[in-house]
């Protein structure tokens, strides 16, 4: 994983790749720092995170993050400051996280484990699809997943793919990847959740799952977990 650090004091570069390397023990982070917004877009590389401080010299984090964000949309952008009160700028950014530098040792780990659960999101998973055969699917691109007989019909963005597998097995596969079993027949990928009520679960795509009444207490909770997983800011 490759990481861009922006920050015109030395002192800061030290502290934060400190904190991102002790969240990171024992992985292969590549790390590299830039004094300036400019230095870091005239590098044209690109990064799966950058950590930017908002008060740099010369172009500031905000301006930086716009200009890099549409070279790379891809990218996940933190904000960093010793100033709170600028965090809500970094809404017009869309920044992942804005983390306190007075307080950078939780709030990094925070952010961190943040952004491994929406990396976690990219996973390609294979399934096997009848009469075709293996096939990699994006997790992040999974709508929903129903029982079709014996095998299950995966809705993603762009297909219906009916595969062997059974519910009890893609259940397992995809625990811990932002996906719930709202009923016997149907998993859901919470992130295409765009509301609900103790009978169904409308999906972003138009399409309505049925929550089982029993499951509906949990739904709530577990949607609502995630999404703060998930927050901006």
């Known amino acids: ?57 010369g172009m500031d984090g905000f301006e930086t993050a716009k200009i890099y964000q549409k070279r790379y949309p891809d990218c996940t952008i933190i904000m960093l400051s010793m100033h709170t009160e600028l965090s809500r700028r970094g809404y017009v950014v869309n920044a992942f996280r804005y983390i306190d530098k007075a307080c950078m040792a939780d709030e990094m780990a925070e952010a961190l484990s943040a952004f491994e659960k929406l990396r976690e999101r990219e996973r390609m998973i294979q399934v096997h699809q009848v009469g075709i055969g293996e096939i990699p699917l994006r997790l992040k691109d999974i709508i929903y997943i129903e029982t079709e007989k014996r095998n299950v019909k995966i809705h993603t963005r762009t297909q219906e793919c009916l595969c062997s597998e059974n519910m009890n097995y893609m259940e397992e596969m995809l625990a811990d990847s932002g996906f719930y079993r709202c009923h016997r027949s149907y ?34 909770h577990r949607y609502l977990e995630h999404r703060f997983e998930g927050a901006s800011g």
């Open 1 to 57: 994983m490759k990481i861009a650090v922006v920050d015109d004091e030395k002192q800061w570069h030290e502290i934060t790749v400190q904190n991102i390397f002790s969240f990171y023990i024992n992985q292969q982070v590549h790390v590299e720092t830039f004094e300036s917004g400019e230095l870091l877009l005239q590098c044209q590389k690109e990064y799966d995170l950058v950590l930017l401080d908002v008060e740099l010299k």
């Open 187 to 220: 998993i859901i990928n919470l992130d295409r959740v765009r509301s609900f009520d103790h009978a169904n679960i409308y999906l972003e795509t138009g399409d309505c799952v049925p929550v089982s009444i029993r499951k509906y207490t949990e739904l709530k």
